[in-house]
């Protein structure tokens, strides 16, 4: 069965995953169980039992008992390679009567969850605030280079992000601000996240300026 790690992860542990990494882990197809080679008694024990559990039995090559850090990397690249074979495999298998209807209400499987949305859930306003700040450099080098599809891209994601956050921050204003192709696009994405900042660490004095800095670019 497939592997998804991301289902057994604490919000808490996710928090400090990258995208990337959190990704990672809900793509897992195969794991070797033990990920070490445990001695048998005989090789005719072996199949013995590959045959009585209709398993399969492979060969990985020669191994040496004092080489472990080569014995597990055998382990791996064996289950890896016996893992695409059966994936391949499975491809062909057919069912043999019809599917059974769904139901209607049914949860939907954790590893469907976005992880780049769990990821999302887990971060605080700042952090929320910090990707974004990321992002617009990211828009405004996409423009720069008329890459439409990083763009659009971009635009997405800041979009799911924005989406997390309270609409004090002004979220479509700054990601409007931020795709523009207009030059006082870049300085006005600044100026609403410098806004949002200032909102967090409550500096409620210093906002009013930078609102009339956004009215004069916006004008």
């Known amino acids: ?5 991301a289902k057994y992860i604490p919000s808490f542990l996710a928090a400090q995953l990258s995208p990337e990494e959190l990704q990672d882990t809900t793509s897992v197809p195969v ?15 072996l199949r ?34 016996y893992g695409q074979l059966y994936m391949n495999h499975a491809n062909s298998f057919k069912l043999a009567s019809p599917a059974l209807p769904t139901i209607e209400d049914e949860p939907i499987p954790l590893d469907d969850l976005d992880a780049e949305e769990l990821l999302i859930q887990t971060m605080t306003d700042r952090q929320r605030l910090a990707e974004l700040s990321k992002l617009v450099g990211v828009a405004r080098y996409a423009l720069g280079g008329k890459d439409s599809h990083l763009l659009q891209e971009t635009r997405s994601r800041m979009q799911r992000i924005s989406q997390a956050l309270p609409e004090k921050y002004r979220n479509t204003e700054l990601i409007a601000a931020a795709t523009s192709p207009h030059e006082r696009g ?32 916006q004008s």
Request: hydrophobic share 35%; with cysteine; proline share 7%.
């Open 1 to 5: 069965m497939p592997l998804s790690l």
């Open 186 to 217: 870049s300085r006005l994405a600044e100026l609403y996240i410098e806004r949002g900042y200032k909102l967090l660490d409550e500096e409620y004095a210093d906002i009013p300026g930078i609102e009339r800095s956004i009215r004069e670019l």
């Open 48 to 81: 013995m039992l590959a045959e009585q559990r209709d398993d399969d039995l492979c060969e990985i090559g020669r191994v040496s008992p004092k080489d472990e850090a080569g014995s597990m990397q055998l382990v791996a690249q064996g289950c890896q390679e």
């Open 31 to 45: 794991m070797p169980i033990p990920p070490m080679l445990e001695e048998g008694t005989s090789l005719e024990q």
